[in-house]
């Protein structure tokens, strides 16, 4: 799997297919069992924690949670990064944090605590928060799940637009067809470990594979089963009978 | 016929491997006292969250364990003529053992379980995952401010508790059962030895702090990160905490005063 600089590439596929894991593989918080990973050049898992740190400060992650700090403002997660890697004079801390803020539309919400923000704002701050140290490359995990179509419309410009404006390889990992598929420069799709198809997303579109056409298509039955494998409901049933 | 011996040893191994990490989780705190030390404002923050608030709780208990000691001992001096012993008596409890004890119990329920349920949810909700991707180790930025502020935090407490008991016993002794309040303060001065007694003293209730606030962040950070998970930490921070606490509180008292 390659991911091109400079573009969004999505990773989809259902739930439980290992999207996650594969965005905490490339970050380095989990180890891989074989294999590797290369971010620039260089292999993730072979990296002390000096390198691997020096290396996350070039990515950002939003979580699908924001994973805000609970006991710090919204000002205060966004200066965060700022505060802990920084010694930048708070004047010009305060004109960072305003500048990432305003970017993301929530500019006069700083004083707000996170437990004061619906889940897209949260997820906003947390963009702001990510982008506050103007890393290379951003990962995004399930930015949309649980949105409402405003927010997930905000959202989609707001992750198209950062990556333009600021040049950034995205990573992003979603089950949303339509909102992935509309912001994505190539597109993924991954079930059980592995790559199922891969693209641009008209080439996808495009496609005639089954499997491809269930996700895509959202159908209920097709290669990934309605139902869980396992024996035929009239054997369970009259077998039973038949026993008794 | 087998069964409960492999059970037996899947619960022998399981606890091995607990811990193995407890032991692990530990050494990497240890190995981050530095930063606690050096960015104090974090520490300082802590004191407050995990000392100052465990305050109020100490006081009252402190109060009433005084109180009934001094009851109780009361009526037993008294039919031996040697209730003007009861300073002495008071004193020398509260010092060497309920002092240390006690408050490192009431420590463990109120702010161990607070700090496994703080960083439990930290972990579910993903921010120790953000700290690490924000190139920020969480060891030094949420666990070691965390463990100082705990072993500083519980020989204060344990000195307050027994300040507090000990006035406890005076207001029940004293004012309200007529002992001889210059016997009650003299012979308190002439038998609490300030090396064996309260330094002892002391040196059990560093020790309570460091290990149940040890305790306490790995149960957060080991926790199964759903709500069902954190509240099983929570109530593990106590029970395995309290229950460290009385037998360290054994071998500690067989060490000092055994030989």
């Known amino acids: 799997m390659d991911i091109p600089r400079n573009g969004v590439t999505a990773i989809m596929g259902p739930s439980g297919s290992g999207k996650t894991t594969l965005l905490r593989l490339i970050t380095g918080q989990l180890t891989p069992d074989n294999g590797r990973i290369e971010v620039d050049g260089r292999n993730v898992h072979a990296l002390g924690t000096d390198d691997l740190y020096a290396l996350r400060k070039r990515m950002g992650m939003l979580f699908q949670s924001g994973a805000l700090l609970t006991d710090l403002s919204v000002y205060e997660n966004v200066a965060f990064p700022l505060r802990e890697h920084t010694r930048l004079p708070e004047a010009l801390i305060r004109q960072l944090v305003l500048l990432r803020l305003e970017s993301v539309g929530l500019r006069t919400a700083r004083t707000l605590m996170p437990a004061e923000l619906s889940g897209g704002m949260a997820r906003r701050v947390a963009l702001a928060r990510a982008l506050v140290l103007e890393p290379e490359m951003m990962l995004y995990d399930e930015p949309f799940t649980g949105q409402d179509p405003i927010t997930m419309g905000v959202l989609v410009t707001l992750i198209r637009a950062v990556n333009e404006t600021l040049g950034l390889t995205s990573i992003l990992v979603s089950h949303d067809v339509a909102e992935t598929m509309s912001i994505a420069d190539h597109v993924y799709l991954i079930a059980g470990g592995e790559v199922i198809a891969r693209g641009s997303p008209a080439e996808l579109q495009a496609t005639r594979s089954p499997w491809v056409r269930q996700f895509l298509d959202a159908r209920a039955d097709g290669p990934v089963p309605f139902h869980q494998p396992g024996p035929a409901i009239d054997e369970e049933l009259l077998g039973a009978a038949r026993r008794d | ?259």
């Not at chain 2, 069964?3 to 040893?9: D, I, K, R, S």
């Not at chain 2, 040697?82 to 002092?99: Q, T």
């Not at chain 2, 408050?103 to 949810?121: D, H, K, P, Y």
């Open chain 2, 1 to 259: 016929m087998t069964e409960p011996f492999v059970a037996l040893g899947r619960w022998l191994l399981a606890a091995l491997a607990r811990l193995g990490r407890a032991s692990l989780f530990g050494g990497r705190l240890c190995a981050r006292l530095g930063t606690a030390c050096r960015r104090f404002g974090l520490t300082l923050e802590q004191l407050y969250a995990i000392g100052v608030r465990t305050v109020m709780i100490v006081v009252v208990a402190g109060a009433f364990v005084g109180m009934v000691l001094a009851l109780q001992g009361y009526y037993t001096l008294v039919n031996f003529g040697a209730e003007s012993a009861l300073g002495v008596l008071v004193a020398l409890s509260l010092v060497r053992e309920l002092g240390p004890v006690v408050a490192a119990l009431l420590f463990a329920g109120r702010a161990g379980s607070a700090l496994t349920a703080e960083v439990g949810l930290m972990k579910s909700t993903d921010q120790l995952a953000a700290l690490e991707m924000m190139a920020v180790d969480p060891y030094r930025r949420v666990l070691a401010p965390r463990f100082v502020a705990g072993f500083i935090s519980l020989p204060l407490l344990a000195i307050l508790f027994s300040a507090i008991g000990v006035y406890g016993a005076w207001l029940v002794g004293v004012q309200m059962l007529g002992i001889d309040a210059g016997a009650f303060w003299g012979q308190m001065q002439d038998s609490v030895d300030f090396h064996a007694d309260v330094l002892n003293g002391l040196v059990k209730a560093v020790v309570f702090g460091a290990v149940v606030t040890w305790i306490a962040l790995y149960e957060g950070h080991d926790c199964v990160p759903t709500p069902a998970g954190v509240s099983r930490a929570t109530t593990r921070t106590v029970v395995h905490g309290s229950l460290a606490v009385l037998g360290l509180d054994f071998l500690l008292t067989a060490m000092m005063y055994g030989g």
